[in-house]
């Protein structure tokens, strides 16, 4: 039985779980597929307060759990193929049959960026293939990249990325846009974003030090092109990782996780959530880390209710 699990190992379930920990609630960490999350793929993280020069983002994630190791909590490698929480205690259950109990449980699983699953592209993220503007814009500064995308997303991404590279191209597999008409007029007034519409990605093209294009084909001829390219930002949208909580919990209609107006509290008491699967709009480390501590602080209060609550309930019934 343990007081506290936090499920994933991204910014926001490492804040959770040091500030559970320096709590005394000796809370359990289960690490999934990617422990330290989508920062494990960024090389260079350079807008987390206190590190002027920048730092790694698997040197960031690294320090993040030593720190939660030194005040008491625990990891546990593998992943949550579901659970249930029906009734306290909760209870999770992981690929190989084991099964952990817990007083609470702290969501942290993230969303996993949309890919076009085409030749070099999982290969070259971090490398020249990125899924985040806000994240790696700054260091394409004076180059070339190009977008994938047609929606929101991918013009906010595009119009985003002309303070920085000298040029942006809009590249979607469609011959019109989904993107809402106002962004849609956003983008097309800034004179930095070119348009390749009605075509199709086929390939991410290795360069010396990274990327050097894409190819791609034109729906309408079916000629295949190189366009050049110094990065390459995928803006096809996210998915939450919630499939394991079986529809448990109250969602949006893309999946993410509901909580409470200004608290980390889900639809079922005991099960609080953070970071990006809940965040469906800033999706960025240091406010994921920021819900993580409120994550933790509401946890806490709710184990001291609970236990105050059975205590008083002892005494009643004793006398």
């Not at 995308?149 to 011959?175: I, P, W």
């Not at 366009?227 to 919630?242: C, S, Y």
């Amino acid at each position: 039985m343990y007081k506290a699990i936090v499920i994933g190992t991204g910014p926001a379930g490492l804040t959770a779980a040091i500030y559970l920990a320096r709590a005394n609630l000796e809370p359990l960490v289960i690490e999934g597929t990617q422990p330290g999350g989508q920062l494990t793929t960024t090389t260079e993280v350079e807008n987390f307060p206190g590190f002027p020069d920048g730092i790694l983002g698997t040197d960031l994630m690294d320090n993040m759990r030593k720190q939660a190791e030194r005040f008491g909590a625990k990891f546990k490698s593998g992943r949550v193929s579901r659970v249930d929480l029906q009734s306290r205690p909760f209870r999770l259950f992981l690929e190989g049959g084991e099964t952990l109990i817990s007083e609470s449980v702290i969501l942290s699983t993230g969303a996993s960026a949309n890919l076009l699953h085409i030749p070099n592209e999982h290969d070259y993220i971090g490398r020249g293939v990125s899924t985040c503007a806000t994240c790696d814009g700054f260091f394409f500064r004076g180059k070339k990249v190009i977008v994938v995308g047609g929606g929101d997303s991918a013009m906010e991404e595009s119009h985003f990325l002309t303070r920085f590279a000298k040029e942006v191209r809009v590249v979607h597999r469609r011959n019109q846009l989904k993107a809402s008409q106002i962004m849609q007029d956003r983008a097309r007034h800034n004179e930095k974003i070119e348009w390749s519409l009605d075509r199709t990605p086929l390939e991410v093209i290795p360069g010396e030090k990274g990327v050097s294009g894409l190819k791609v084909r034109d729906n309408q001829t079916g000629d295949e092109e190189i366009f050049e390219a110094d990065g390459i930002f995928v803006a096809i949208g996210h998915h939450p990782n919630t499939e394991f909580l079986d529809g448990q919990l109250l969602t949006d209609r893309q999946g993410y996780l509901i909580v409470k107006p200004r608290t980390s509290e889900t639809s079922i008491p005991g099960v609080f959530a953070c970071g990006d699967v809940q965040d469906p709009h800033y999706r960025q480390a240091i406010t994921s880390a920021g819900s993580g501590a409120i994550a933790a602080m509401d946890c806490e209060r709710f184990l001291e209710e609970t236990s105050d609550k059975l205590i008083r309930k002892k005494t009643n019934i004793m006398y």
